[in-house]
């Protein structure tokens, strides 16, 4: 789909980008030609994927970081400028969430999941922000939010919340940074995509999730890693140069079949359904 130095030149932060996927979106845009730079808090990790992508001929810098600090992402960024020489582009992965009835949330949990999703994807943007506009050649940011920004979810209260924030902070810095510093700000929506870290704490029982998602998503089945990684590196790269100030969705179809009136129609068998349909339609006069 893409020609193989499609992001020669750049350097892409990504944080959570040791495993799941942010370790499959940074090792896509490593074999388009880009240096990573993988930014999370369990610095084995890092290291151990830095040094899968290097055994294939890429670049990548392990860094490790709690987001949650403003001074320390703003290390990250001085970290990548030294190595690499700039940073331009930035993929907001990193993320915390749980399951819990919303009336049983303490301040500490509700505070868990919004400081790291809309406090700390806000301070790692900003600090790169800051080195884009200092490098004035403009640049590219990514956060990685839901489906549920748009219709709220049950169970997840503080993550339906903060990536809602984090959308308005998308679209506000898409004019705010775009019209003065060329700075691009897009997010993606993803609907399931397996990973050990999100299915452990997101789905409590496999084998159900699966049979429910072909149900209840058009295209019946989960995402690919590839799939997404394909869309983080378009957003990336100079063919999306007038995409700025959106969020795409990336769920097969899932958030709208729930969503449409007539929809729960398609979990019917079809000829049943245009049974149904057809006993309502008026009889035509002779
Ligand atoms: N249900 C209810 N409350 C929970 C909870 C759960 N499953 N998990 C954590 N909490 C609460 C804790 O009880 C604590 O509140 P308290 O002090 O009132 O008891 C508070 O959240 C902080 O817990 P702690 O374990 O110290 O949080 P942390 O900052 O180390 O971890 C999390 C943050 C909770 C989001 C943790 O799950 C995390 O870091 N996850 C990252 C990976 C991840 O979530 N991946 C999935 C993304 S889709």
Redesign the pocket.
Known sequence: MFVSDLLKGQTIIVTGGGSGLGKSMAQRYAELGANVVLAARTFERLEATAKEIEAKGGQALPVAVDIRDPEACADVVRQAVARFGAVTGLMNNA??????AAE??????F???V??VLKGTWFMTQAVGRQMIEQGNGGSIVSILTTYVYTGSSFVVP?AMAKAGLLAMTKSLAVEWGSAYDIRVNGIAPGPFPTE??W???VPDPKMMEEEAKKHIPMKRFGEHSELANLAAYLMSPMAGYVNGTCIDIDGGEWLQGAGEFNRFVEMDRANVKQLLGAMRPKKAK
């Not at 993320?95 to 819990?100: D, E, H, K, S, T």
């Not at 049983?104 to 949990?109: A, C, F, K, Q, V």
């Open positions: 993320a915390g969430n749980f399951l819990c049983d949330l303490s301040p500490n949990g505070g868990a999941v400081d790291i993550s870290g999100a452990a704490a997101l």
